[in-house]
């Protein structure tokens, strides 16, 4: 039973490395969001083998921590998708989606925000 | 057999996470993690969390999955100009040591993790019967830990007003995304007349049985989300404009009867959010209830982004 907790929970290490990895070196804020979404999943992934090692009574797992990762996931959804708003708003103000200092054409004028 | 199985999906998962990182284009970079996201839910079942497997499925990597690979078509002609931003090597392999550094920190932890492992369960166990519901994992999302639940309702309708503040002046009010053009014979528009029927009983029942088998209203929700968001990529329907009223209170009514069944507990049973003795199971199930459309409606406009048309 355990088993399948360690093997996952090793798993999800790897996953959370994976993540860290993309979020440093892709300069594209998509890709970013989408590291940003890996390294959740590791997290999760992990809490659930945590989970799944407290399994007793006939539960397969504690109901606890499984009841937490549901509220997690909605938020890392809502957290993804304000992320996303917010990019495509910079798209279309700049025509340009970067998160460098120095942008690749700077807009001619301010588009009008306010 | 099973661990071979165990084995083979996590190294599966391993080498779609891979390409997901790795990928050269953002829009194969989405799809490769939309297939990632289902097979994690593969792994909450192997793990014994159905409860979070149907959830993984439908918002980990269904609902992030979709908008993903929209914001991405919709961005790709920046692409080209971005990849020259790659940072060099040493910047890389920086990366990389860091990366390795804290898998291996985590590999450690999960390597000394405590045995016999710390578990709720009994107290649960012992608790559950008061709450008249079955399924343990319903009665700590809205009867030991309701508040958490209760907040999280809140923080949703705080993203979709988060994605609404995006919105330029003269489209405030207005409509979201743009107007979807479908072939109203292609397949798209096909499937999404026949798909939602289905879709709907699926949520509604995913909903229902919450109470003593896997499933709840947010699981339930974001499949009704994702056949509405199926109909107006097809489409056949608009979203409404954001300045309706209708709308606004369908939004936040779910919230509100939640709020109000927690204050009536301070004077009927002593603190906030708990439940008179006997009246737990239904009053859990009115929360339940007028969270549904609240939370399917806030999670499709979510998707739906903000407002770009004027209400006209």
């Not at chain 1, 993540?19 to 999943?41: C, D, E, M, S, T």
């Not at chain 2, 649960?124 to 907040?151: E, H, K, Q, S, Y």
Request: glycine share 10%; hydrophobic share 60%.
């Amino acid at each position: 039973m355990s088993d399948a907790a360690t093997l996952f929970g090793l798993c999800a290490a790897a996953l959370v490395g994976l993540g860290v990895y993309a979020l440093i070196v892709h300069p594209q804020p998509l890709r970013k969001i989408l590291a940003f979404n890996v390294v959740g999943n590791g997290v999760f992934v992990l809490f659930g083998a945590v989970a799944h090692r407290g399994a007793a009574l006939g539960w397969g797992g504690d109901p606890v921590p499984q009841a937490l990762l549901i509220t997690g996931l909605v938020v890392a959804f809502c957290a993804s998708a304000l992320a996303v708003a917010l990019l495509l708003r910079l798209f279309d103000e700049t025509g340009s989606a970067t998160v460098a200092s120095d942008p690749p054409e700077e807009p001619d004028a301010d588009a009008g925000t306010g | 057999m099973i661990e071979a199985f165990n084995g083979a999906l996590a190294l599966l998962i391993l080498a779609l996470a891979l390409w997901t990182v790795a990928a050269r284009d953002s829009f194969a970079a989405a799809v490769g993690f939309v297939a990632y996201g289902m097979l994690l839910t593969l792994v909450w079942v192997q793990l014994q969390g159905l409860d979070v497997a149907l959830i993984e499925g439908a918002i980990g990597g269904g609902l992030t999955g979709a908008m993903l690979i929209a914001a991405a078509s919709r961005l790709r002609p920046t692409q080209a100009a971005l990849r020259a931003e790659r940072p060099g090597l040493p910047t890389r392999l920086a990366a990389a040591l860091v990366a390795a550094g804290v898998t291996a920190a985590l590999a450690a932890a999960v390597l000394a993790l405590p045995d016999p492992a710390p578990t709720l369960a009994r107290e649960t166990a012992d608790n559950l019967a008061a709450t008249g519901v079955g399924n343990p994992i319903t009665g700590v999302l809205l009867a030991f830990r309701a508040l958490d639940t209760l907040l999280e309702a809140i923080v949703v309708l705080f993203a979709l007003i988060g994605v609404w503040s995006l919105a330029p002046d003269r489209a405030w009010g207005g409509r979201p995304g743009r107007l979807e053009r479908a072939d109203p014979d292609g397949i798209l528009a096909f499937l999404a007349r026949v798909l939602p029927p289905i879709g709907i009983v699926v949520g509604v029942y995913i909903f229902w049985i919450g109470a003593d088998l896997p499933g709840g209203k947010f699981q339930g929700a974001s499949i009704l989300a994702a056949m509405w968001l199926l109909a107006r990529m097809a489409g056949l329907v608009d979203a409404p404009p954001l300045s309706s009223s209708a709308v606004r209170f369908a939004l936040i009514a779910g919230p509100l009867v939640f709020i109000a069944i927690g204050a009536a507990g301070v004077w009927s049973a002593g603190a906030f959010l708990a439940y008179p003795d006997g009246l737990a199971k239904p009053l859990i199930k009115t929360i339940e209830w007028a969270l549904l459309p609240s939370l399917a409606l806030t999670l499709a406009l979510i998707l739906a982004g903000a407002p770009e048309r004027p209400a006209r």
